[in-house]
């Protein structure tokens, strides 16, 4: 705690600032993620003299996103801090998709005075600040005494962090920063949260039911969701999937749990498992559209459901889950690290393997169809495609495997996603359960700044311009960032026309032939033009080598991809063609 604060206190006394910033750091927070400006401009300052890091930005949803980032790469509450109203609301966006994605984080931002915003008077960015969140994330509070800080941030680490974790608000009116408290009463107020993500363990008649259903199964199936990720039960995870000798299926940022090359990895037979499989375990995944609801063609169409065929155990923290979208047969709630430790201790090590019938189906269709992808990925088209471009990216990631990989865009997010084997966990940050486009720079600037590894950042091109300014941050830290443009002139594909034959580009069409790598260049940072394979390695090679920040612009054929990437039939059109 400081004795002489720039707000005047004297040696006996402490402030909001320093209450705050201690009360932080007392609870583990290193780092905080934001964008300076009344009221916090201050604070911002006395953070970094507190021997705190502070991130800045060039728009809030960045750093808003590098917080939610960073508390799914730390299972720790991320971060970030904002102005008043329009600041505030920039980050909101940033909150709600960490609430949607299970990530911990707490978006704090400073407040116009409670007198005049109630009262409606107009005052310096007024907005009602706590109304307009508490809908959007898990929690929302509001400090008006400097004593309460304490309380206040023990409160929102708590709701970030336990259960089924998510996104919290701490509003901050300007007031409450100059408020001056004795300094040993200060002190004693701050709270060093105790256990703030407690475990859960799982009722034992939840643990049998679900291995009575396990033990009876001719085609099981163990699905792995991002929630697995997060609660870094890694090694009683591989221990259960390699026990029971079951394939898995990993979700999209649960790659890397398990080597994507591990043998029992369903990953490349994902169509053929989800329709045959007649028990599923689900860890830490929602049966949301990501996994089509459990239900339809994807899983087996009307044949399956009418004889029942399908069961499913799902494991998850939060009890509403179960039954969102199908019957669940065997509801295990619970932490997953206790849930995946007491079904290994009901299985014993005796457990029998699932039929060879079942094991030689789903190895005959991975092994095939990664022939087919291995003949795609060899071909060598001009312009490069996302095949040809991506077999550079996977033998880096390969030979780099500690490098976070960051990825967003439509056909650059699923073919990545296809394509590039993850070899460790948590390594793989995308665009998670909303599908959003501008988590790009932001999720690079705190996977480099959290983890200390390269990052790779494969990025769509109308994606990467959401977040783009941010490129400056990456340069003003000096950070280990390699972002590569897929560069096809424009949302999905750079070919389509305008339908009212005018002199307007169609709504998804670009500026051909960008120069993205400028943009990088301009702040100190190295640009690299590549229009081939070989080009884009050595400049990805280097990038890694080197640690500098990096951009290349890869230049892909713009006739490559497909409308929406493998969500095409979701656009309302679709349903008119049917
Ligand atoms: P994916 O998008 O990878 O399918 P989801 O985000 O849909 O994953 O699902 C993650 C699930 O994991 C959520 O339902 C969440 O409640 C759950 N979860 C998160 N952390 C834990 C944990 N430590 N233990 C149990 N369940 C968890
Ligand atoms: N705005 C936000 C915030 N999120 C979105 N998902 C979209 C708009 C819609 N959208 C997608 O779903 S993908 C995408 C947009 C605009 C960009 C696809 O183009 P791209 O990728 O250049 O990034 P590809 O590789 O060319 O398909």
């Known amino acids: 705690m400081s004795n002489n604060t720039e707000s005047g206190a004297s040696a006996a006394m402490t402030d909001g600032f320093h209450l705050l910033l201690d009360a932080l750091k007392l609870n583990g927070i290193e ?6 400006g009344i009221p916090i401009t201050d604070l911002t300052r006395m953070a970094q003299a507190e021997g705190l890091r502070m991130i800045s930005f060039r728009h809030e949803q960045n750093a808003g996103n590098a917080a939610a980032i960073a508390g799914f790469i730390n299972a720790r509450p991320g971060v970030c801090m904002t102005v008043s109203a329009p600041g505030f609301l920039n980050g909101l966006t940033a909150l709600a998709n960490a609430t949607t994605n299970c990530f911990p984080m707490i978006l704090l931002s400073g407040s116009s005075e409670r007198e005049i915003v109630d009262l409606q008077q107009g005052d310096y960015e ?6 307009i969140a508490r809908p959007l994330c898990k929690a ?9 800080i304490g309380v206040g941030v023990a409160r929102a680490i708590r709701a970030a962090v336990s259960g089924r974790p998510g996104g919290v608000y701490l509003d901050l009116p300007a007031k409450l920063f100059a408020q001056t408290v004795d300094a040993e009463v200060g002190r004693a107020s701050l709270i060093d949260v105790v256990d703030p993500a407690p475990r859960q363990i799982p009722a034992p008649d939840a643990i049998a039911r679900a291995l009575d ?8 199936l163990i699905v792995l969701g991002k929630g697995a990720a997060y609660a870094r ?8 999937v390699e026990r029971s000798g079951i394939p898995y299926l990993p979700m999209s940022m649960a790659k890397g749990i398990l080597p994507d090359t591990h043998e029992q990895s369903a990953a490349a037979a994902r169509s053929f498992v989800l329709p045959e499989a007649d028990v599923v375990l689900m860890i830490g995944a929602r049966l949301n559209w990501l996994l089509s609801h459990g239900k339809g063609k994807t899983w087996g169409g009307k044949a399956a459901k009418a004889w029942g065929a399908q069961k499913f155990i799902q494991i998850d923290i939060s009890p509403t889950e179960m039954d969102s979208n199908v019957r669940i047969d065997a509801p295990v709630v619970g932490d997953i690290g206790s849930c995946v430790a007491a079904l290994l201790d009901g299985m014993g090590t005796q457990w029998a393997k699932p039929p060879s019938a079942w094991i030689d189906a789903v190895a005959e269709r991975r092994t095939k169809n990664i022939a087919k992808m291995a003949e795609t990925l060899a071909r060598d088209p001009q312009p490069m495609n996302f095949h040809s471009a991506l077999n550079v990216v996977r033998d880096i990631v390969r030979d780099n495997p500690d490098a976070m990989l960051v990825n967003e865009g439509a056909n650059a997010l699923d073919f990545t996603r296809s394509i590039v084997d993850m070899y460790r966990p948590r390594k793989r940050l995308d ?8 988590i790009g720079m932001g999720f690079a600037v705190a996977a480099a700044v959290e983890s200390g590894q390269p990052v790779i950042a494969i990025e769509g091109d109308s994606a990467f311009g959401f977040s783009g300014m941010e490129v400056e941050t990456i340069c003003r830290y000096n950070l280990p960032v390699c972002v590569v443009v897929f560069n096809n ?3 999905y594909r750079g070919t389509d026309r305008n339908l009212g034959g005018g002199t307007d580009v169609a709504p998804t069409v670009f500026v051909k032939d960008a120069r993205y790598e400028k943009l990088m260049e301009a702040f100190g940072g190295v640009g690299v033009y590549a229009t081939t394979p070989a080009e884009l390695r050595a400049a990805m090679e280097e990038a890694i080598r080197s640690r500098r920040p990096t951009l290349i612009n890869a ?17 309302p059109a679709a349903a008119l063609k049917k």
Do not use: C
């Open 213 to 220: 259903l396990l033990r009876g199964a001719k085609k099981p």
């Open 140 to 148: 929302a509070f509001r400090v008006l005494h400097a004593e309460d």
């Open 31 to 36: 780092t905080i993620y934001g964008l300076p």
């Open 431 to 438: 665009v998670g359960t909303w599908g959003v486009m501008g």
């Open 489 to 491: 002139n424009g949302v």
């Open 126 to 131: 007024e907005m009602d600040q706590l109304a």
């Open 555 to 571: 230049i892909i054929d713009e006739t490559a991809g497909t409308e929406s990437g493998r969500i095409t039939s979701l656009n």
């Open 233 to 240: 039960a890694d090694e009683a995870i591989r221990t259960l």
